[in-house]
């Protein structure tokens, strides 16, 4: 089991190009994470997504940022155009909901990202 | 609001000293702690939980919701212990899970 694969491990773009991010959970996980990791701070949750619905996004900045998980599996997050201050690493993170009870989230290796 | 605070971004011990990193957390709801773990080179996974009562590598940790902490704890540090330690809630109330980090806290343990 590979676990959690993300792609690109690093990407470098100058501001104002897109990038896109691609994420594939592990299998049978029905939920989705994608955190935004700052230098010296801890993960932040982006957007949840339970099958392909995206339940919680409060926290994605929607001018810029997308993200989809058209067929509940793998997610692609998308930033466009993208600023300075989205340098950052992007961790994705996959997990299986039982019911009401959320099991261990895993995660997977992010991708850093470096905007000139 | 919710929040997780790690007050130490660096930890530095010589091996075999005991170890305690701290963690506060600010929940109105029931909280499930966690410690989070990412050695260098290695993506970020779970060290314990709360709920589990477990002892893992040797660390253990008790939540104390009187005084809002779940420190996580060593008595013996190894030098493989050396990683980035992660606090994180889980949020319960209808929010599925979602987890709120800490800042983390770097061990460093010293030969």
């Known amino acids: 089991e590979a676990g959690v694969v993300q792609s690109p491990r690093y990407k470098i773009i100058e501001k104002k190009q897109p990038v896109a991010f691609w994420c594939n959970p592990i299998?049978?996980?029905?939920?989705l994470y994608w955190y935004l990791q700052n230098l010296g701070q801890g993960p932040e949750l982006l957007i949840r997504?339970?099958?392909?619905?995206?339940?919680?996004d409060s926290q994605l900045p929607k001018d810029r940022f997308s993200a989809e998980r058209l067929k509940g599996v793998d997610s692609t997050l998308k930033i466009q155009p993208a600023e300075l201050g989205d340098s950052a690493v992007y961790l994705c993170?996959?997990?299986?909901?039982?019911?009401?009870?959320?099991?261990?989230?895993?995660f997977g290796p992010g991708t850093r990202l470096t905007v000139l | 609001a919710q929040r997780v605070t790690q007050p130490e971004k660096l930890l530095s011990v010589f091996k075999g000293a005991p170890v305690e990193l701290k963690c506060n957390y600010s929940?109105?709801?029931?909280?499930?702690l966690f410690w989070y773990v990412q050695y260098s080179r290695q993506r970020l996974q779970l060290l314990l939980r709360?709920?589990s009562r477990e002892s893992i590598k040797g660390f253990t940790a008790d939540l104390n919701k009187g005084e809002t902490s779940f420190h996580l704890k060593k008595p013996f540090a190894q030098e493989e212990d050396s990683a980035m330690y992660y606090c994180?809630?889980?949020?319960?109330?209808?929010?599925?899970?979602?987890?709120?980090f800490g800042q983390g806290t770097e061990l460093s343990v010293k030969p």
């Open positions: 993170a996959s997990s299986l909901r039982q019911g009401d009870h959320h099991n261990e989230q895993f």
């Open positions: 299998s049978g996980h029905n939920t």
């Open positions: 997504y339970e099958n392909e619905e995206a339940v919680d």
């Open positions: 929940y109105s709801g029931s909280p499930e």
């Open positions: 709360h709920i």
């Open positions: 994180a809630l889980a949020q319960t109330d209808n929010q599925g899970g979602k987890l709120i």
